[in-house]
């Protein structure tokens, strides 16, 4: 698999390169905005690990871009350890938000948790079949997310969120079942953060209220 490193720190992103290339990744860098939307389109990458502070651009902005054109595991770098870099890194499309300074060895398993659900769900594109839910609706076969006749805009992740729920309707989920679900089956690695703000961004796409917080437990997708 190819790995695309968007990082500006040289040092960093040959420590990245050599641990990757190491478990057999083929990896191209790039150390800037324009340079690594530019290396995206040229190498199709089949993952990407991107810097949120880029000498030439915004890692959000650049995520957003890459967003555009592929649904592709992206996992976000960053050196500023606040909760709103956190929220607007995912809301840009993020699959994962790591913080520095990390584990490389974290990161790994990210990247494969990464990788293994976004082939699950490539997989499952081939099987016809259509999950629904009063006006919702999720088509597994082109894997998209109708709100009536409309196709909503909805990240990889919140598409997984989406099939999850349907799958599960009026039965409560457990925080820790849904992050083992869509992020990590050992149910490490991630932080409860992340769930919330995929499920809040889910919410406001959705434009219903069928998603119920179960306070001190989890979530339920409530079909009257």
């Known amino acids: 698999m190819k790995i695309l490193v968007i990082e500006d720190d040289i040092g960093l992103s040959r420590g990245i390169s050599y641990a990757l290339n190491q478990e057999g990744y083929e990896i191209v860098t790039a150390f800037g905005q324009k340079s690594g939307i530019e290396c995206y389109r040229k190498e199709k990458p089949d993952g990407v690990i991107l810097d949120l502070n880029l000498p030439d651009g915004d890692g959000i902005d650049t995520c957003r871009r890459i967003r555009q054109e592929s649904d592709i595991p992206i996992l976000m770098l960053t050196a500023r350890d606040m909760e709103i870099d956190e929220i607007m890194g995912l809301k840009s499309g993020a699959d994962d938000y790591i913080t520095k300074p990390f584990s490389i060895s974290i990161l790994k398993i990210r990247l494969e948790n990464a990788l ?6 490539s997989d499952d594109k081939g099987r016809s079949k259509f999950l629904t839910s009063e006006n919702i609706r999720l088509d597994t076969k082109r894997f998209k997310g109708y709100r009536d006749d409309t ?3 909805l990240s990889m992740t919140e598409l997984r ?4 729920f349907l799958e599960n309707k009026n039965q409560v989920l457990l925080k820790e079942q849904i992050l083992q679900h869509i ?3 050992e149910g490490n690695f991630v932080e409860e953060n992340t769930l919330s703000v995929n ?3 889910l919410r406001k796409k959705l434009e219903c209220d069928n998603i119920k917080t179960i306070h001190g437990m989890g979530y339920l997708w409530e079909e009257r």
């Open 116 to 121: 293994r659900k976004y082939k699950a769900v």
């Open 151 to 153: 196709e909503l805009d």
């Open 161 to 164: 969120l989406l099939k999850y």
């Open 183 to 185: 992020w990590d089956e």
């Open 199 to 201: 499920i809040s961004r």
